[in-house]
T-cell receptor
Framework: LAKTTQPISMDSYEGQEVNITCSHNNIATNDYITWYQQFPSQGPRFIIQ???TKVTNEVASLFIPADRKSSTLSLPRVSLSDTAVYYCLVGDINTDKLIFGTGTRLQVFP | NAGVMQNPRHLVRRRGQEARLRCSPM?????VYWYRQLPEEGLKFMVYLQKENIIDESGMPKERFSAEFPKEGPSILRIQQVVRGDSAAYFCASSFKDGNTIYFGEGSWLTVV
């Protein structure tokens, strides 16, 4: 199982871009990189998933370098409602379970 | 399309009672996962099931905990003779058979008094 390492916490202000980097040095060939967002008392919410290069949706962008040993979740122009814990997961659910790390606690200030 | 549905959302049990948590996967999903989250901690994998099969139960406590996903009906996580340490949020997730993404329900909060 590919282990992930993320910063424990990050602070930002409204309107700023936030980049959260996740390290996964032993990622396997078939592994995908998936990010979830979790608010208190709620289930994790899927944000974005990628395999390589760049993926963008209406919520975020995911940057994955060629060696795939890290990935960066980019949240453009954060608001107070983006305050949450963000989890980076690496794995192939067709062969193994997804393991959650400790996540990154993002605090957005006005 | 309805998401992953879990019930009850909140459950209170006295020590020694049984707790049953139910999970209906998203439409078309045949794989179910259960995770547990203690207060202020991350999610811990418990069990992974397909219809009528337990694929991986490496995260399940050896005693008092069981899970099933019958051919018909929701997946059930059953905790017998609950103790205070079982108090936690239990999250269910589901996926397609050959999918790459799992989607979570809103969780069931178990409180043991």
């Amino acid at each position: 199982l590919a282990k992930t390492t993320q910063p424990i916490s990050m602070d930002s202000y409204e309107g700023q871009e936030v980049n959260i980097t996740c390290s996964h040095n032993n990622i396997a060939t078939n592994d995908y990189i998936t990010w979830y967002q979790q608010f208190p008392s709620q289930g994790p919410r899927f944000i974005i998933q990628g395999y390589k290069t760049k993926v963008t949706n209406e919520v975020a962008s995911l940057f994955i370098p060629a060696d795939r040993k890290s990935s960066t979740l980019s949240l453009p122009r954060v608001s107070l409602s983006d305050t949450a814990v963000y989890y980076c997961l690496v794995g192939d659910i067709n062969t193994d379970k997804l393991i959650f790390g400790t996540g990154t606690r993002l605090q957005v200030f006005p | 399309n309805a998401g992953v549905m879990q019930n009850p959302r909140h459950l209170v049990r006295r020590r020694g009672q049984e707790a049953r948590l139910r999970c209906s996967p998203m439409k078309g999903h045949s794989h179910v996962y259960w995770y547990r989250q203690l207060p202020e901690e991350g999610l811990k994998f418990m069990v992974y099931l397909q219809k009528e099969n337990i694929i991986d139960e490496s995260g399940m406590p050896k005693e008092r905990f069981s899970a099933e996903f019958p051919k018909e009906g929701p997946s059930i996580l059953r905790i017998q003779q609950v103790v205070r340490g079982d108090s936690a949020a239990y999250f269910c997730a589901s996926s397609f058979k050959d999918g790459n993404t799992i989607y979570f329900g809103e969780g069931s909060w178990l409180t043991v008094v």
